[in-house]
């Protein structure tokens, strides 16, 4: 047998080791590095993903509500400048559950009627029950908005380092099944890695979005807030003249 031939027959077997040892290393799709992973990282991708889940219902849900939130805010602020008396407006929206300006306008409208009701005597304490409760109905509509992002900012702030602890641990045991063959072939030891580093690829694919639209829906509040400060502030006001108006008639 010449030295070519001897060559062809190393090649040949070297390639039929190396494929043995890819199939035996398994499947190195998504899927099959998933169901190769320990329990450990099984977990740890599982969490992740149905974290990633909720992460993006929480995102549609608040995208939906604050699109709404707005277009509420135009409409009763159209109907509240329009010139229609305020007596009108409170008994429309009394009997309702109003959200956003029209929760400040009805708690207010409330209390002045309360007040006017008993007779109050002082003006001072009259608008700082009416300053008192819109305050109060503000930080509940806020709270309202602002429910479940916490869950969004936890996401984008720790899911890369979950990921990572799966990634650590994965790496370990592949270590130690490297150990335990006495092999460092490639083939053998890349499945292992990859399966490994899926855990922190999927908690980069939690963390990013989640961060990103917690920064997006954080800045929207804040303009809603700010919108719903402003009316709180000129309803105030007005409510102010009036009160000013009905103590000068009673002197």
Request: aromatic share 8%; proline share 2%.
């Amino acid at each position: 047998m010449d030295g070519s031939m001897i060559f062809a027959v190393s090649a040949a077997f070297a390639q039929g080791v190396e494929s043995g040892a890819l199939e035996a290393a398994g499947d190195v799709s998504l899927i099959g590095l998933f169901l190769q992973a320990g329990l450990i990282v099984k977990i740890v991708m599982i969490g992740l993903l149905l974290a990633s889940v909720w992460t993006w219902a929480i995102i549609i849900d608040k995208v939906i509500l604050y699109a709404r939130t707005r277009r509420q805010l135009d409409r009763f602020e159209e109907v509240f400048w329009s010139g229609r008396s305020l007596e009108e407006l409170y008994r429309s929206l009394a009997d309702k559950t109003p959200t956003g300006m029209g929760a400040l306008f009805v708690s207010a409208m409330r209390e002045w009627k309360k007040s006017y009701e008993r007779n109050a005597a002082s003006p001072l304490g009259l608008q700082g029950r009416i300053d008192k409760v819109m305050d109060v109905s503000l930080a509940r509509e806020v709270d309202r908005l602002e429910r479940r992002l916490g869950f969004l900012a936890s996401v984008g702030s720790v899911a890369v380092y979950v990921g990572l602890f799966g990634t650590v641990v994965g790496i370990m045991t592949s270590f130690q099944a490297i150990a335990g063959s006495k092999s460092t072939n490639l083939a053998v030891v890349a499945p292992g890695i990859a399966e490994a580093l899926l855990a922190t690829a999927i908690g980069l694919v939690a963390a990013i979005p989640a961060l990103v639209a917690y920064n997006k829906l954080s800045n929207d509040v804040a303009k809603i807030a700010s919108r719903l400060e402003g009316f709180a502030d000129e309803f105030s006001a007005i409510l102010s003249r009036q009160i000013d108006e009905r103590m000068q008639r009673r002197g």
